[in-house]
Structure formats: structure tokens, C-alpha cells
């Protein structure tokens, strides 16, 4: 790499050693081959202020502080009750506030104009995720000829959810002003490609890269994982069963999502339930783990995904539970990551069944955590981005109840050998498609866009259209 890295993205690492496999993918890239880490410093304030420099472990760090109106408008109004809801399938639930957009592209206006004089022609800069899709225009508007990539690591929007976004003439330009723009399933990816189809100036090119207007831009699937090695070990640090205090005949069934409701985590309750309903005496006795810790507090839409939560888990406990046997445990805090570990491998059934996710890590870290001698089971959405590396799994669909409550007794009736043999498969996948494998191939296309861009321009010249 011949210039710097600059990595952009919403926090930066803090408190600590980084946790977090994207945050440690990144840090450890950074420390590498050194370069500078920019994103917001989580603090308000009342006036906007430069970006300043903070501790940085082998590289540099710079932080901007949002004032109120920012966090309102950018952070809360914008990215995450216009763009999460909108890229997560539920336009229904977009919140339309006076205003917010305005707030938001200032934002990204304004890191640009304080980046702009930061970076050199040969830098790459690494965007990450939908705080800043505007941010690469802006970067243009300031003069910016460097590459620049952006990663989404949510679901990208179909064509149809984009009707309902106010600002849709201006998502095209948006995408097209990066270089490179990475995707986690190649289901997004076709998503992507159909949005730029159905556009007046929009082509693609013999080498599969896309023309909008007067922009070359690339567009493809980089599925993030995990370090599946070091998640493995860390789960045989304690006694998963011992923690929660389980009985030798009772069986684990465990769900571990930030409180959102793109998680699908009412409907998983219900079919929980619909699996106690019609549980019989001689079925495995289990208990369902939830941890949700929350998130976004202040936005409607989540507090009321935590009220459903709350009802269902009380009706349920109230009908099914016997002295000794909690069937729901719902912990709506964060647990500490090693102990996640551990009890994910005390697990029999990972449940993940989300309705709409770019990814889902929780399913990687599920298998990584498992006892290949004796390993659970992994059910998981067909609308969680890992499905499509992780077909071994249970695969089912999360608006369907019933097949979810029967897949939760086939899961914890499987025999063993099946559950070895799924096991294997995913295992593999988790640890060859680690999150350094996942840094290392994003960079290297990135690296790679001047030098194809310049022989897709040559071979337009011999071969104009």
C-alpha cells in the first residue's frame, strides 16, 4: 500500500483494548500498516468543533464531536429511523422528521471538509456503513481524487423500499461516488446492480463494473466473519451450564441480539411458546436464553419491540413455568463477551431468526463456541446474510411459526452423528471466511480499482462504443 489507510466510521475504538471482530480486523490492519481512524467522539456538545486528535495504539486517531441537534437529527432521525428501517424492509416504519435530512447530509458536508485536507492522491479511504453514505460526494465536491471505499454492513435497499426515502434522486450519486462499494451477500449485490438498471445513465461494463453518469465504480460481496479460532477457545473458558444453573435434563435454546426489531425476536418467542404448547412429556425440557441488550432507546419503534417482548416472556412464564423451571429467561442488559462465549456452547439450539440482517455474526460466533464432539444445532433465517454461506444450519422462515417451533424440536432431538456432520461443514466455512480474511480481500480490491479503471478506460478507447 503506498499511501495511508484512513478508515471512517461511526465510533472509533475507546475505553481499552478494542473488542468486537470488525473493531479488532481493523485495528489490527491499522496497526500494520499504519494510517489514521476517524468517527464521532460519542460525546454532544453545543457548538461544532475540528476534528482532534486522540491516543491511538501504533496509529493515528481523530474525533468529531456532534452537538444536540446533530444527534438528533443525524444519528437518531435520519440514520437510524429513515436508513435502518428503510435498508431492513420496514418503510412502514420510516420516520419522516422536518428537517432531519438536511442535518444529516451536514454532518457528512462538514467531515468532509474536515478530511478533505487530510488525505493524499495515493491514500485509501475506507468508508464504513450508513452514517455516511453521503460522505464520498462530499469528499468529491472538496476536490478528493484518492479511492475510496465504502462498506454497508446492513441489507442494501431494494428498489421498491426506495420509493419511500424523500432523498431517492440522490442515492445513486451517493453509492456511485465511491470507488468501491462492499456488500455482505451476493443477494445485495443483485439488489444493488437491479437499482442502477432501471436508471437513465447508468451502465455496466465488460469487466462487471458499473458507469453512472460520469463515475466507474465497482460493486461486490465481502461476507464478514469472525476470528473463529479465538472465539472457540475463549468459550471453554468457563462452564456455560454452571453460570445459568441448569439441571442435567434441561436443554439450552439461546438468542443473543441487540433489541431491535429486525431481529425477529417476538415472532421467535411465539414459536418458543408454540414449542411449550405442544411440547410432549417425553420431549426434551428446555429453556429458552434471550439476551437483548438495548439500543436506540429514544426511538419509538424500539421501546414498543421491548414492551412485546416483556408481555410474551410474562404470559408465557406464567403458563408453562414449574418449580425449579423458568421457561423464558429474558436478560435485556449486555453480557461480558466471555461469557457469551460459554454459554453459547452450553447451548443445544442457537436460534437466529432475524427478518431482515446484512449478516448475522451471532451465528458464526454460535458454531465457533460448539464442542465438535458433541455440538448444538443452528437455526437460522433465510433472510440473515449468513445463510448463504451457512447452509448446513436449520434454515427457516422467521414469519412462520409453526415451522420455526419445528424446527426448534427437530434441532433439539437431532442425533449425533447429524449434529457432528452439520457441524463440521459450518465450522469450516466460519474459520476459513475469517474477518481478516474478509479485511485482507476488501483491501486488496480496493488497492486494485485505479489500475482496472485504467485498462477499462484503454479498452474504451480502442473500443468505443
Known sequence: MSGRLIVVSNRVPSDGPPSGGLVVALHETLQAEGGLWIGTSGETVESPGPLRDIDGDGYKMKVFDLTNDEYEGYYLSYANSVLWPLCHRRSDLISLSAGSFDVYDGVNKRLAEMIAPLVEPDDLVWVHDYHFMPLAAHLREQGVKATIGYFHHIPFPTTHDLGALPERKHFPDWIAAFDLVGLQTQNDVSTALELYRGLNGAEMAHDGSLYYHDRRFEVHSFPIGIDGHAFHASAKDQDGRALLNLSPQEQLVIGVDRLDYSKGLGNRFRAFARYLETRKDDEPKAALLQIAPPTREEVQAYQEVREELELIAGRENGIHSELGWTPIRYIHRAIPRDQLASLYRAATVG?????????????????????????????????AGAAEQMEAALIVNPYD????????????????????????????????????????????TLQGIPARAAAQAERMSLYPA
Not at 357 to 383: C, R, T
Not at 406 to 435: T, Y
Open 351 to 383: 436460534l437466529v431468526t432475524p427478518v431482515a440482517d446484512g449478516m448475522n455474526l451471532v451465528a458464526k460466533e454460535y458454531v465457533a463456541a460448539q464442542d465438535a464432539e458433541d455440538p448444538g444445532v443452528l437455526i437460522l433465517s433465510a433472510f
Open 401 to 444: 411459526i409453526e415451522e420455526m417451533a419445528g424446527a426448534i424440536r427437530q434441532a433439539l432431538s437431532m442425533p449425533l452423528k447429524e449434529r457432528q456432520d452439520r457441524h463440521k461443514w459450518l465450522f469450516k466455512g466460519v474459520i476459513e471466511d475469517d474477518v481478516a480474511n474478509w479485511t485482507q480481500s476488501y483491501l486488496k
